[in-house]
Structures are given as C-alpha cells and as structure tokens.
C-alpha cells in the first residue's frame, strides 16, 4: 500500500462540508471526548448521562440509539465515502476519533481525527486494504463501541447496529454510484455488495456480519409514495423530537 500525507483539498472539503469531519486542533475550540475513552464503562455512563440531560431524553437507552445515529453519520458514512468514491482510506480507529461539541450547541456536533494521513491501495491488493479499512473503522472503533453503549444504556445492539446499516444503505443507494464516473460506479456496486453480504463477521467484531440482516428489498407502503425499506428496530427519535415526529421508515408506523 501507498502511503500519501493528506487527501486533495478539494476531498477533504468535502468531507467537512457534506458530514462534518475535521482535523482535530484545526477547528474552533470544543468540548471534545476521545472515542477510545468512551470504552470505558465510568466515562461512557458520565457521557450518556450528560447528552441524556441535553437531550431531554426519557432514558440512557434512548439517548444512546440517538447517538450512534449520529456518530454512523459522522464516522462511517465518510469513511466509506472516501474508501469507495476516492480510493482512499482514512483512519477512524477509536484512537483517531474525537466527539466534538461547541459551547452554545447541544450534543456531538462533529467528529475530528487526530491522523488525517491517508493509504492508498495498490491496484492488484484493493480487496486486502479494503478489509483493512472496513476492520480498522468497525472492529476498531463501531463494534467496540456498540457493545460498551449496549451494556451500560441497557439497549439492544440490533438497534445500534441497525442505525449504522441504515446509513450505509442510504449513502450507497442515494449518494455513491448514482451518477458519476463509470469506475465510481463499478466501485460502489462491489464494495457494497461487499458490505452487506461477504464481509465476515469478524470485520465487525462480530460473529456475523451486522449489516446484511438488516437489508431487504425496498416496498411501497400505503402511506408513502414511494419504495422504503422499514427498519427492523425502531430507534426511538421520536421519544427526543419536540413534536413527537416518526422517522419515515420507522416500524411502529406499520405496527
């Protein structure tokens, strides 16, 4: 694999302005927690507690599920835009990742990463860096992670495994491969396939993949007008938005 120092400017501005990835040092001063640090069940407890306040959330449980939606958004939807879309692969381990809050905003504003160094995979090896990046992001960090925030908030890590799926299906089925260059294309056809049907379980730290459960073919629903794919879980967004506002392809819709 290539080692290059930095994206284009051009990559990286993007990144920032779509989905709110920074460097870290190189933003505004915010109150900032480490990824890493959130493995620890004391500090993770203290920090759900806290957003649980923010948020006027009813739970921990539920203010965890609102989290990670966030935190998918910000780590892995970027993540796997730059792996597919640029070839390249970022480091969003939880060592690199830093929560980001400014004063005057509520919670999670955005994510930084301490190394914005990125590689570069050699035409003949994609698959083999492609695994790393995937296993670096969800075994390092995503799955880590899910498993602290289940055991402490006391919430199933379907539903937090099932916000991160629903992020990846939505950046490759609405952002990546639709138009663009044919290569994009082709790129984005594999490494979703990839994703959500042969990627082993172990790359998620999990005994299966985490991801392919969740997906199924897109429907029409008598209150939509157009195909949607229904999440297995609900998420509870409703419980935290003021005027009690449904996610549109949420279960309890449909129950």
């Known amino acids: 694999m290539n080692k290059q120092s930095r994206l284009a400017q051009d990559e990286w501005d993007y990144l920032n302005r779509q989905f709110g990835l920074f460097e870290n040092g190189a933003t505004r001063p915010v109150n900032s927690v480490r990824a890493l640090d959130l493995l620890d069940v004391e500090i993770c407890s203290d920090y759900l507690d806290r957003l649980t306040v923010l948020l ?29 879309v640029y070839n390249k692969g970022l480091d969003l381990s939880a060592e690199n990742c830093f929560l980001e809050s400014s004063p005057g905003h509520s919670w999670l504003e955005h994510v930084s990463l301490a190394d914005i160094d990125i590689e570069m995979p050699e035409a003949s090896e994609r698959h083999v860096w492609r695994d790393t990046v995937i296993q ?70 999990e005994k299966q993949n985490p991801l392919g459960r969740f997906y199924g073919k897109p429907s029409f629903t008598s209150d939509y007008n157009a195909p949607m794919r229904v999440r297995k879980t609900c998420c509870f967004y409703y419980e935290v938005s003021s005027v009690e506002e449904y996610c549109t392809n949420c279960p309890k819709l449909r129950s």
């Open 56 to 84: 006027q959330s009813p739970s921990r449980m539920i203010t965890a599920s609102q989290v990670f939606k966030r935190y998918a958004f910000l780590t892995t939807v970027p993540l796997l835009y730059a792996m597919t």
């Open 136 to 205: 670096t992001h969800f075994a390092g960090n995503i799955g880590e992670l899910i498993a602290v925030m289940s055991r402490v908030a006391n919430v199933p890590k379907t539903i937090l495994w099932e916000n991160v799926a629903v992020r990846v299906f939505s950046l490759y089925e609405k952002r990546i491969g639709v138009t663009g260059e044919q290569q994009e294309q082709l790129r984005s056809r594999a490494d979703f396939q990839y994703l959500i049907h042969q990627a082993p379980g172990a790359m998620f730290g």
